[in-house]
Structure formats: structure tokens, C-alpha cells
């Protein structure tokens, strides 16, 4: 029993740890995250649309203009829902996915890390998909906040038009995105973490783990950003209303490639960067002070 006790402590710590970090991350990050969305679904240049967006600069200051400072959260709420069962799942899943990839290794290995955090991301994806699905729709309305609706409408809407299947539209791009992104993401930071000596002084310790963080979202971004195209393009709304061009995570990849160049399998690269860089710092140091807190507060 002490050592079921043990186990469970350390589980619910795992969770509130990941919890945390993901409530943090998301609360500061979710403008970036919106502006990379509204890139990726532009397909095409359309220099007739008034709200075509050239870039960063260009979506902030049309969106405030257009639609109000407060469209930069549209889509928070899936998101917030989402965010802190999601990172709890995430980090929680990734230390028990640790155990079984350790291959006869006293200790765990780059290797580990990096299974390990293909596995939680997997499982993270599947969890949250029905959820980014209403995000993104909810992130392409163009419509000044007051006018948006709910989190709840969108999700009816979603359901009666396509039926309960229709929230896990681009279900293999979500797990191509997040067990991409996890692998590269867990795999650098811990390899790298141990491989840096650790300093005494807690600033200085502080900044250690934030650029270690803040590498590993910029270099994990950076290698699964196709599929995150992807996955905008399937759950965000269609050129010809109506009609499903992006129907799969291949055949979007494949048809985005052909229609408008390897380029535009990198849009909204720059806004991501600059969310999940920082985020993956904010993420990775609050729950790791998170973690060793509520340790020592339960200890």
C-alpha cells in the first residue's frame, strides 16, 4: 500500500506539474497561435481580398482594426479546456512512456527521451483533436468578437453538419503535428539538460533551462510545421464552400505542395516560432518548478 500511495502522489504531481505548465503556456501564447492559423488557411495569394494577410504585422494590424483587440483570444476557450488535461496528459504520459523505452539502459538515453515523447505526443493528439477542430474554426471567423459565436454553437454546428466524426477531421495531421513536435521537443531538451552542468545560483539555473526550452520549441516547430499546415487546411473552412478539397493528411500535403510550392508547407512558420519557442521554454521551467514545489509541499 505505501508503495501504491507512492505512485499515485507522484502521478497527481506528474498531472498538476503538466496542468500548470499548459494553463500558463496557452493564456499567453493563444494570439500567435491564431495568427499562424489564419496564415496557414490562406491557400493562394489573393491580392483582391482586402484581408489577405502579408504577413505577421499585417494579420495584428487588420484583425485589430477589422475585428477588435479581443478577436486576438478568439478560440481561447477549447484551448483552456483543452490546454490543462492536454499537458497534464502530456507530461504525465511521457514519464510512464520513459519506463518502457529504456531498452536494458540503467538510465534513459536520447533514444528514451525522444520514444518517449513520440508516444505522448500521439496519445496528447487523439485527446485534443475534437477540441483544435473548434479552435481553428472558431480562429478563421473574420467577424468582430461580439458577433462570433459561442464555443458551444460551433461544436453543434460541427456536429450537425458532420456528425459526431466531423470533430476528428485531420485526426492523422493532429498526431503527425504533436508526435513530431514531442519527439523532437522531449528528445532535445533532456538529452541536452544533462549534458549542460547545472548551476547553483537559481538565476542562472533559470536561464539554463529557459534556453534549453526555448531551442527545443524553436527546433521542433520548425521540423513538423508541414503538418500542421496540413491540419489547418483540413479543419479550417474550404476555399469552395461546400466542396472538401483537403480531405487527408497526404493528399493535403501533396496537393498544397503541387498548387503552391514547398514554401507554403512552411506558412505561418514565423508565428509559430515565436509562440512555441518561448512556450516551449514556459512550459518546460514552470513545470519543472512546479513540479519540484508541489514534490516538496507533499513530500
Sequence with gaps: M??????????????????????????????????????QIQSGKNINDPQYYNGILDCFKK???????????????????????????????????????????????????????????????????????VKVQLQANRNRVTEVPSTWSVTKQIVARDGIIGLNKGVTATIGRNGTFNMVYFGFYHSVKGLLPEYKEPLKEFFRKVSIGFVSGTLASCINIPFDVAKS????????????????????????????????????????????????????VVYDYMHTLLTETFA
Design 63 to 133: 484583425m485589430y482594426v477589422n475585428e477588435g483587440i479581443g478577436s486576438f483570444w478568439k478560440g481561447i476557450l477549447p484551448p483552456i479546456l483543452a490546454e490543462t488535461p492536454k499537458r497534464a496528459v502530456k507530461f504525465f504520459t511521457f514519464e510512464q512512456y520513459k519506463q518502457f523505452f529504456m531498452f536494458g539502459s540503467p538510465t534513459p538515453t536520447p533514444l528514451t527521451f525522444s520514444l518517449a515523447g513520440l508516444g505522448a505526443g500521439i496519445t496528447e493528439a487523439i485527446l485534443v483533436n475534437p477540441f483544435e477542430v
Design 233 to 284: 487546411r483540413i479543419q479550417g473552412p474550404q476555399p469552395v464552400p461546400g466542396q472538401i478539397k483537403y480531405k487527408g493528411t497526404a493528399q493535403s500535403l501533396i496537393l498544397v505542395y503541387k498548387e503552391e510550392g514547398a514554401r507554403a508547407l512552411y506558412k505561418g512558420l514565423l508565428p509559430k516560432v515565436l509562440r512555441l519557442g518561448p512556450g516551449g521554454a514556459i512550459m518546460l
Design 2 to 39: 505505501p508503495e501504491m500511495y507512492k505512485v499515485l502522489k507522484e502521478a497527481a504531481i506528474q498531472i498538476g506539474s503538466g496542468g500548470s505548465a499548459g494553463f500558463v503556456e496557452v493564456c499567453i501564447m493563444h494570439p500567435l497561435d491564431l495568427i499562424k492559423t489564419r496564415l
